[in-house]
């Protein structure tokens, strides 16, 4: 729309300017015509009276003169007179132009000296007059010289009629055009393409029955809606063929999964049920510069997991609104449809104060929760009001569930992650009919370290209001086991795995999470030029490395910053040659522990880089900002290694989508024993991150792959993604929530 209104606006200002240059032609043209015209008419007017004034000069009957000024003096146009003698004296004079002696003398000298008729516009008595003098003279010589003084006003006036007429036609001509253009634009252009994005819509969200939107269509738009069409109709054929497939597909739970596969899997598994998933964090993050409003996916791997899946079942997801333009963009329910480019689901936003973010969110899960289950060197800390906080928003949490499964049948609950353990036991106290599952994304620790924490039991207890409680890995769920069996009273099953409390039972597995595959951006990175990437960065090197973090202590940055030292200084052929990207996202800053591993990280790029940097390189580029999927997805493919050293990880789906990134079946990757994903990517070099010589002898070996070396392990993991991709891992909890 702005694109029409600038166009009209460019239209009206060339038309603006066009009158412009023909009312300032016309205007010049009338002041010439009226200015002649008045000069004529002064001549002859001033060569009558002179015929009466001439002779009483000559015979000085100045009286006479003066009576007969007098006379003269503001009839119609004739503003005055004066008679001058050949000395510049007044002899008589209109009372008019007393006041200006010295601009009509000049005119009348002027006149005398030449010897024939002087005249001149000039401003008198705050009007402008035309003032015409021509010489008297005796037998002989000039003896005076007689002056005129006419009103030239109505020029004036005549010139601003014609500028206030052409204004105001201009005026009108452009309400006109401009109309008539929005009405042509509107009804011709604007309202056929309104009808062709919502059909395209519709087409692309997969309406593709009898009632989606139709083409209305007009002479200049139908060559597109025929191509359009044709489009459609084989889009319907395709896609009826893949859910076939699909069907076929359905009970081979090995064999490969994708989208289709997955909505035809929930349509046939889960019927008319809807999937209700909640978390702390949001897919869509909303954020307000100046006027304009945008939005990014935070650095999340719970979010690169379920965003795939949401847009697969649709339903709703509810979570945090944590943007500072994100309650600009719901509605009065507090809802939105997402994604923003094309919606499939409903985002549905809790508001929490600061009071209960810092509380809940960044004392009680983060600097407690966190820390306790990642056993990673870092103290937790348990705080009573943390503790109030953290229920009470998981209360507000199940409270919103609540309103909104209340009129669904048996709907299906999926809660993610730590922050929200105490929401299953709410919501299935208050909704026994509710399938309810509970994911828990990290690590859970073995009971002797779990115990540190103050609230365990509550925490337990409300994890097993749950129908299915799933892990990351089986030695997570013995763990949770283990714990269990130590801390509350209940009934174990060892052989099912499963939980009795209360008389409620929860299924404990593991579903090892995973990703979208293939790459989502691979058609968008299909033209991705590395070499031009790379100079836009100013790295000139041979050799690239990547790691891609959040800014948190559990990830390893400081121990592979140390790793990369150690392998410079081991094998200094690579100095000058090898640069290693850190894409590192803030997160969790209001927390000190973070903000101190902040600056350490930066000290540390600042120190290995100052160690080693000349002729303008430095081995260590660090990136502190949030980057989109689509920018990482780049990074990845340009990396000749990426280094995934997490010192504790419930999975780490960096490792997985830096295989998925690379359909070039090259690269290398670089990876932590204790993460989740080590157990399934076999392929890659496994390291313990604490020992730094041996990250560095693989990075070494890794350089130096062959070809074929690096085809052949990147194949077995491209493989093990493809058959364990995020939709085989919705299909298996789904399936299992449902059968229990």
Same mark, same amino acid.
């Given at each position: 729309?702005?694109?029409?209104?600038?166009?009209?606006?460019?239209?009206?200002?060339?038309?603006?300017?066009?009158?412009?240059?023909?009312?300032?032609?016309?205007?010049?043209?009338?002041?010439?015509?009226?200015?002649?015209?008045?000069?004529?008419?002064?001549?002859?007017?001033? #060569?009558?009276?002179?015929?009466?004034?001439?002779?009483?000069?000559?015979?000085?009957?100045?009286?006479?003169?003066?009576?007969?000024?007098?006379?003269?003096?503001?009839?119609?146009?004739?503003?005055?007179?004066?008679?001058?003698?050949?000395?510049?004296?007044?002899?008589?004079?209109?009372?008019?132009?007393?006041?200006?002696?010295?601009?009509?003398?000049?005119?009348? #000298?002027?006149?005398?000296?030449?010897?024939?008729?002087?005249?001149?516009?000039? #401003?008198?008595?705050?009007?402008?007059?035309?003032?015409?003098?021509?010489?008297?003279?005796?037998?002989?010589?000039?003896?005076?010289?007689?002056?005129?003084?006419?009103?030239?006003?109505?020029?004036?006036?005549?010139?601003?009629?014609?500028?206030?007429?052409?204004?105001?036609?201009?005026?009108?001509?452009?309400?006109?055009?401009?109309?008539?253009?929005?009405?042509?634009?509107?009804?011709?252009?604007?309202?056929?393409?309104?009808?062709?994005?919502?059909?395209?819509?519709?087409?692309?969200?997969?309406?593709?029955? #009898?009632?989606?939107?139709?083409?209305?269509?007009?002479?200049?738009?139908?060559?597109?809606?025929?191509?359009?069409?044709?489009?459609?109709?084989?889009?319907?054929?395709?896609?009826?063929?893949?859910?076939?497939?699909?069907?076929?597909?359905?009970?081979?739970?090995?064999?490969?999964?994708?989208?289709?596969?997955?909505?035809?899997?929930?349509?046939?598994?889960?019927?008319?049920?809807?999937?209700?998933?909640?978390?702390?964090?949001?897919?869509?993050?909303?954020?307000?510069?100046?006027?304009?409003?945008?939005?990014?996916?935070?650095?999340?791997?719970?979010?690169?997991?379920?965003?795939?899946?949401?847009?697969?079942?649709?339903?709703?997801?509810?979570?945090?609104?944590?943007? +500072?333009?994100?309650?600009?963009?719901?509605?009065?329910? +507090?809802?939105?449809?997402?994604?923003?480019?094309?919606?499939?689901?409903?985002?549905?936003?809790?508001?929490?104060?600061?009071? &209960?973010?810092?509380?809940?969110?960044?004392?009680?899960?983060?600097?407690?929760?966190?820390?306790?289950?990642?056993?990673?060197?870092?103290?937790?800390?348990?705080?009573?009001?943390?503790?109030?906080?953290?229920?009470?928003?998981?209360?507000?949490?199940?409270? *919103?569930?609540?309103?909104?499964?209340?009129?669904?049948?048996?709907?299906?609950?999926?809660?993610?992650?730590?922050?929200?353990?105490?929401?299953?036991?709410?919501?299935?106290?208050?909704?026994?009919?509710?399938?309810?599952?509970?994911?828990?994304?990290?690590?859970?620790?073995?009971?002797?370290?779990?115990?540190?924490?103050?609230?365990?039991?509550?925490?337990?207890?409300?994890?097993?209001?749950?129908?299915?409680?799933?892990?990351?890995?089986?030695?997570?769920?013995?763990?949770?086991?283990?714990?269990?069996?130590?801390?509350?009273?209940?009934?174990?099953?060892? &052989?099912?795995?499963?939980?009795?409390?209360?008389?409620?039972?929860?299924?404990?597995?593991?579903?090892?999470?995973?990703?979208?595959?293939?790459?989502?951006?691979? *058609?968008?990175?299909?033209?991705?030029?590395?070499?031009?990437?790379?100079?836009?960065?100013?790295?000139?090197?041979?050799?690239?490395?990547?790691?891609?973090?959040?800014?948190?202590?559990?990830?390893?940055?400081?121990?592979?910053?140390?790793?990369?030292?150690?392998?410079?200084?081991?094998?200094?052929?690579?100095?000058?040659?090898?640069?290693?990207?850190?894409?590192?996202?803030?997160?969790?800053?209001?927390?000190?522990?973070?903000?101190?591993?902040?600056?350490?990280?930066?000290?540390?790029?600042?120190?290995?880089?100052?160690?080693?940097?000349?002729?303008?390189?430095?081995?260590?580029?660090?990136?502190?900002?949030?980057?989109?999927?689509?920018?990482?997805?780049?990074?990845?493919?340009?990396?000749?290694?990426?280094?995934?050293?997490?010192?504790?990880?419930?999975?780490?789906?960096?490792?997985?989508?830096?295989?998925?990134?690379?359909?070039?079946?090259?690269?290398?990757?670089?990876?932590?024993?204790?993460?989740?994903?080590?157990?399934?990517?076999?392929?890659?070099?496994?390291?313990?991150?604490?020992?730094?010589?041996?990250?560095?002898?693989?990075?070494?070996?890794?350089?130096?792959?062959?070809?074929?070396?690096?085809?052949?392990?990147?194949?077995?993991?491209?493989?093990?993604?493809?058959?364990?991709?995020?939709?085989?891992?919705?299909?298996?909890?789904?399936?299992?929530?449902?059968?229990?």
């Amino acid at each position: 729309m702005k694109q029409i209104f600038a166009a009209v606006f460019v239209i009206i200002i060339i038309i603006s300017l066009i009158v412009a240059a023909f009312t300032l032609t016309q205007v010049q043209q009338e002041d010439q015509g009226l200015k002649k015209g008045l000069e004529q008419r002064s001549i002859l007017l001033a #060569e009558s009276l002179k015929e009466t004034v001439q002779p009483n000069f000559i015979n000085k009957s100045d009286q006479q003169l003066q009576n007969l000024v007098d006379k003269f003096e503001d009839k119609q146009r004739l503003a005055g007179m004066a008679i001058y003698d050949n000395k510049g004296g007044t002899i008589a004079t209109s009372s008019s132009l007393i006041t200006q002696v010295l601009k009509t003398k000049k005119i009348a #000298e002027d006149a005398m000296d030449a010897d024939t008729a002087n005249g001149d516009f000039v #401003e008198l008595n705050n009007g402008k007059m035309y003032l015409l003098a021509i010489p008297l003279h005796d037998e002989k010589s000039v003896v005076g010289a007689l002056m005129i003084a006419q009103d030239a006003g109505y020029i004036d006036t005549r010139l601003n009629e014609i500028w206030r007429s052409n204004l105001l036609g201009l005026f009108i001509q452009a309400s006109l055009i401009s109309i008539t253009i929005l009405f042509i634009i509107r009804w011709l252009i604007i309202e056929p393409m309104r009808n062709l994005v919502k059909f395209l819509k519709s087409t692309r969200a997969e309406d593709l029955e #009898e009632n989606s939107p139709s083409l209305l269509t007009n002479f200049f738009f139908r060559p597109l809606v025929k191509e359009i069409s044709s489009i459609r109709r084989k889009l319907i054929k395709a896609r009826f063929a893949a859910t076939e497939e699909a069907k076929l597909g359905l009970e081979k739970l090995n064999s490969t999964w994708t989208e289709q596969r997955l909505k035809v899997f929930i349509k046939d598994v889960l019927k008319d049920r809807t999937i209700f998933m909640v978390s702390n964090r949001e897919p869509y993050i909303h954020t307000k510069k100046g006027r304009n409003i945008n939005y990014y996916i935070p650095a999340s791997g719970m979010v690169t997991a379920i965003e795939p899946i949401m847009e697969a079942c649709g339903g709703m997801w509810i979570a945090q609104g944590s943007g +500072d333009a994100d309650k600009l963009t719901v509605d009065e329910e +507090d809802k939105l449809r997402v994604p923003p480019d094309e919606p499939k689901y409903t985002l549905k936003r809790v508001w929490l104060s600061e009071k &209960e973010k810092a509380g809940y969110y960044y004392g009680f899960s983060n600097e407690g929760l966190w820390p306790l289950c990642h056993i990673a060197y870092t103290r937790p800390t348990f705080r009573k009001e943390d503790w109030e906080e953290y229920k009470n928003v998981n209360g507000k949490f199940a409270q *919103n569930i609540l309103n909104e499964i209340k009129d669904y049948e048996r709907p299906i609950v999926l809660i993610q992650d730590f922050q929200l353990a105490l929401v299953p036991k709410m919501i299935k106290n208050s909704r026994p009919d509710a399938s309810v599952g509970i994911f828990w994304h990290i690590p859970w620790p073995n009971s002797e370290s779990f115990s540190v924490c103050p609230w365990k039991k509550e925490i337990i207890d409300g994890m097993l209001g749950a129908d299915l409680v799933g892990f990351q890995t089986q030695q997570h769920c013995n763990n949770f086991i283990e714990t269990v069996s130590r801390e509350i009273e209940s009934l174990l099953d060892f &052989e099912q795995l499963t939980i009795t409390r209360n008389g409620h039972t929860s299924c404990i597995k593991p579903f090892p999470i995973s990703i979208a595959f293939p790459n989502r951006f691979k *058609n968008k990175d299909d033209k991705f030029n590395s070499m031009k990437f790379l100079k836009s960065l100013n790295i000139k090197t041979k050799y690239i490395g990547v790691g891609v973090d959040r800014l948190d202590y559990t990830k390893g940055i400081l121990e592979r910053l140390k790793a990369i030292e150690i392998f410079l200084k081991r094998y200094p052929a690579y100095v000058g040659n090898f640069t290693f990207i850190q894409i590192a996202a803030p997160s969790r800053s209001k927390i000190k522990e973070y903000q101190r591993f902040t600056e350490a990280v930066e000290k540390e790029v600042e120190r290995v880089n100052n160690l080693f940097r000349k002729n303008g390189w430095k081995p260590i580029i660090l990136f502190k900002r949030h980057h989109t999927q689509e920018e990482i997805s780049r990074f990845y493919k340009l990396a000749n290694v990426c280094l995934v050293t997490s010192l504790h990880d419930g999975m780490n789906l960096v490792a997985k989508e830096f295989v998925a990134a690379r359909n070039d079946e090259k690269g290398v990757l670089i990876l932590s024993q204790f993460t989740g994903s080590s157990r399934e990517l076999k392929d890659a070099l496994i390291i313990n991150p604490y020992n730094g010589e041996q990250t560095a002898d693989a990075i070494k070996v890794a350089l130096e792959l062959s070809p074929l070396e690096q085809t052949k392990r990147m194949k077995k993991l491209r493989e093990v993604i493809k058959n364990y991709n995020v939709y085989r891992w919705s299909a298996e909890i789904l399936k299992t929530i449902t059968n229990l």
